[in-house]
């Protein structure tokens, strides 16, 4: 075996070259709000330049700002720039506040600043993404594009060509050897350019530029043949995961010596990813928590007042990769279910006590683990933790249920803020809870958990389906 590696972890260029332009934009706006402005250029403004740049790149990492987006969401990126560069510039007040130079500093020179790093950030984007959007219609730097395989994963690689403008992609066509009934049903007969073979000679006759190989995973040995005949060509080669393994996939490269592997999987937050994570459930748990202490302090007083048995109620759940965690909750019931055999609450329940109808409704009986978030056990945002006995009765009945336990359960969730919360008597019901729970690991940003934070908020407390 060779001791190359068979993948390497692709990089982008054009981040990369957005990095570079974004200091090089940031250092500008502040050498003409100096020159506007006329201040002096002491060690403190050093200070601060150095600062915000480096504050701006972590937040643009923390926003997904380098990421590829697509021309429709030009928008969307440029609210991220801003919103990072509003952070950095957020953090440089504090940060000389904290150190008593701010009075070193114009106020007027540090906003000029800032508003003109917001046109200098926008204006070389903007360029860009013209230049991006048009290059089609100029007829510059076209590539020609086939896909082989007429799949639904071919249909949609096509439909995301279309979308995207800024790619500069000519599309020649779809090339299988199926015939017409068996291709994919979207896809009529007309839009099968020819078969395999004719893919594979255009692209030795040098009228391929980027080939796309969208079969199903078990036509390995296919497969294995196109790339052979194309080994002799300089056209750029894709292999597309069919349905199923693009359902499941984080697309990460791991190494292990020599061997390669890819995960399928693997929880999002790893890296500097949990680094994000967890600092964001630290500054938020103590936030609230300081906020709420005195609900906390009345709730808990209500609740040995009106009923007899512990406020608090622990339930074993659990957590992060299937770890048993004890959850806190002010307790809602009279008895204190933590069994193998758990009944879950259902409407008039008579376990359940008047205040603790009230707490269950708005969501009160949850504000305990806002502790456990800051012990570590439970984020602010993830899937709702759910009692052992029901885990081991769903994980048999529901595809991929375990799953959901690749991140850290949370207070809240993308299931939750979309309605799918509290009593699960169907497998429907518990089907699609899942099915949110997946799209939400699968997507985590730390962009996709504040957008829940928010809608929590304004919605997410109060629920007519919890019991």
């Not at 040098?206 to 300089?234: F, H, N, S, W």
Request: with cysteine; glycine share 6%.
């Amino acid at each position: 075996m060779s001791s190359s590696r068979t993948f390497k972890l692709s990089g982008s260029s054009d981040a990369c070259f957005y990095r570079l332009f974004d200091i090089f934009a940031l250092f500008f706006a502040f050498q003409c709000s100096a020159l506007f402005y006329n201040f002096n250029l002491s060690s403190f403004y050093m200070v601060s330049v150095l600062s915000v740049a480096l504050i701006y790149l972590y937040c643009a990492e923390i926003f997904s700002t380098y990421r590829s987006w697509r021309a429709g969401k030009f928008r969307v990126m440029m609210l991220c720039v801003w919103g990072a560069l509003l952070v950095s510039f957020a953090c440089l007040f504090f940060i000389s506040f904290i150190f008593k130079f701010s009075e070193s500093l114009s106020r007027i020179g540090i906003s000029l600043w800032f508003l003109l790093s917001m046109l200098y950030l926008y204006l070389w984007r903007l360029a860009v993404y013209l230049y991006k959007r048009n290059r089609r219609k100029f007829g510059s730097y076209l590539r020609n594009v086939a896909i082989i395989g007429a799949t639904e994963t071919a249909a949609y690689l096509y439909d995301e060509i279309e979308k995207n403008d800024e790619l500069g992609f000519k599309f020649l066509g779809f090339f299988d050897d199926r015939n017409p009934e068996r291709l994919f049903s979207k896809l009529a007969s007309h839009d099968v350019a020819g078969n395999i073979q004719k893919a594979v000679d255009l692209a030795r006759e040098g009228r391929v530029d980027v080939l796309y190989i969208a079969l199903p995973m078990k036509a390995e040995k296919r497969i294995a043949d196109i790339l052979l005949q194309l080994g002799d060509t300089t056209v750029d080669v894709h292999i597309i995961p069919d349905f199923l393994l693009s359902n499941l996939i984080h697309a990460r490269i791991e190494h292990v010596g020599e061997v390669d592997t890819l995960s399928v999987f693997e929880s999002p937050c790893i890296g500097a990813h949990e680094f994000i994570k967890r600092t964001e459930d630290i500054v938020f748990s103590m936030i609230i928590l300081l906020l709420i202490s005195p609900l906390l302090l009345v709730i808990a007083a209500a609740v040995k007042l009106t009923s007899a048995g512990p406020v608090i109620f622990k339930q074993d759940r659990y957590g992060l990769d299937g770890r048993k965690i004890k959850v806190w909750k002010f307790r809602s019931m009279a008895v204190t279910e933590n069994s193998k055999v758990v009944t879950q609450a259902t409407k008039n329940d008579v376990r359940i006590t008047k205040l603790g109808r009230f707490l269950r409704r708005t969501s009160l009986d949850e504000l305990p683990q806002f502790l456990n978030v800051l012990e570590g056990d439970m984020s602010i945002v993830g899937p709702r933790p759910h009692a052992v006995a029901h885990n081991e009765e769903y994980r048999k009945k529901v595809e991929f249920y375990m799953f959901r336990h690749k991140a850290k359960p949370g207070i809240t969730g993308w299931a939750q803020v979309n309605g799918w919360r509290g009593e699960t008597d169907t497998l429907i019901k518990m089907a699609k809870r899942v099915e949110y729970d997946l799209h939400y690991i699968k997507n985590w940003s730390l962009l996709f958990d504040i957008k829940i934070i928010i809608i929590t908020i304004f919605k997410g407390f109060k629920n007519e389906n919890a019991y």
